[in-house]
Nanobody, 121 residues
Framework: VQLQASGGGLVQPGGSLRLSCVVS????????VGWYRQAPGKEREMVAD???????DYSDSVMGRFTISENDYKNTVSLEMTSLKSEDTAIYYC????????????????WGQGTQVTVSS
């Protein structure tokens, strides 16, 4: 499984960016698709994800500012980021999961290469 993220860059506080992730397989193959981020000196954290079935989760720090969406025809997961703050500066990673089943007890996780988002004036 290949995940190709794009859309990062430098933006001023209060600005917006849109991240996109193209997945090499149908999104229906995964139980979860979403985005994580890792700021310098900090652990990687979940930003937003979509569960198979449509439920969406957001971290408290981005709730109301970020919106995650998916395009099943294009195998793409996007993250619309608005009202950006300096603390949003991080490398953003696209992520997918396949949960264990009765036929396969393993959990599988896949990561994109990361795209840098820098919020600074």
């Amino acid at each position: 499984v290949q995940l190709q993220a794009s859309g990062g860059g430098l933006v001023q506080p209060g600005g917006s960016l849109r991240l996109s992730c193209v997945v090499s397989e149908s999104l229906y193959n995964f139980n979860v698709v979403g985005w994580y981020r890792q700021a310098p000196g900090k652990e990687r954290e979940m930003v937003a994800d979509i569960l198979r079935g449509g439920a969406r989760d957001y971290s408290d720090s981005v709730m109301g500012r970020f919106t995650i969406s998916e395009n099943d025809y294009k195998n793409t997961v996007s993250l619309e980021m608005t009202s950006l703050k300096s603390e949003d500066t991080a490398i953003y990673y696209c992520h997918t999961e396949v949960w264990p089943t009765p036929q396969d007890e393993h959990k599988y996780e896949y990561w994109g290469q990361g795209t840098q988002v820098t919020v600074s004036s």
